[in-house]
């Protein structure tokens, strides 16, 4: 047998061995990311409860830390004296809506309809560090609405999106939109940039973000 065909013998003989070794280490990696982003939600999941219950919406729609919200004294049915929020706060805990593993705080209900997965929208937003408040990133003073494929964002914002209503066409202005939906989003991070994170604008790995978003319409599609 020549060495050529010794060469054939052996490579016949190894291929299906060296191909089962790398499905299972494919397997194996795979296994450990699924995990690992199971235990990183369980984390980010205590970490939005908290701040679910130490911030608040303020009668303007911000959210702000209850700590620097001057408390009013309010007397029970016991005649007690006990600490509240000025009228129109409200504690995030109690407002907010869970939709799948993201928080939704609707401000404002758009007048038109909801968008699905396959729809290019019209947005303005704030993205926020959660840990923190501080932005990150804005279209919010844009001229224009942003357009973006629901599909092409980040998962927790495309759930959010899909759970909000648009506004509707101004039909004395073209390009305007009356009544958009408004709402804040907060995402674990598995939802937004993972353990990759995001280099521009900066978000680090394993981030909770917080986004207020603006949902002016839908594109139509010209075919």
Not at 75 to 80: A, N, V
Request: with cysteine.
């Amino acid at each position: 047998m020549s060495l050529r065909d010794n060469l054939r013998l052996i490579t016949r003989r190894i291929a299906p061995a060296f191909l089962a070794g790398v499905v299972l280490l494919a397997a194996v990696s795979c296994g450990k990311n699924i995990d690992n982003s199971v235990r990183q939600l369980q984390i980010d999941q205590k970490k939005i409860a908290q701040f679910l219950d130490e911030h608040c919406l303020t009668p303007a729609g911000e959210i702000v830390p209850l700590s620097e919200v001057p408390a009013t004294a309010d007397e029970t049915d016991e005649g007690d004296q006990g600490p509240t929020l000025p009228e129109g706060y409200v504690v995030l805990s109690d407002t907010a809506k869970a939709q799948g593993d993201i928080y939704l705080v609707s401000l404002k209900e758009g007048a038109g309809d909801t968008p699905t997965s396959t729809d290019k929208v019209l947005i303005r937003y704030r993205g926020y560090y959660l840990e923190t408040m501080q932005e990150f990133d804005s279209t919010w003073d844009d001229p224009e609405p942003y357009p973006v494929w629901v599909s092409g964002v980040i998962e927790g914002l495309r759930t959010g999106l899909q759970a909000m209503k648009t506004g509707i066409v101004d039909p004395e202005q073209a390009g305007n939109y009356l009544s958009p939906g408004d709402a804040w989003m907060i995402l674990p991070s598995p939802l937004a940039f993972g353990q990759e994170g995001k280099t521009s604008p900066v978000v680090p790995p394993n981030t909770c973000v917080v986004y207020r978003v603006n949902l002016y319409g839908v594109v139509p599609l010209d075919f």
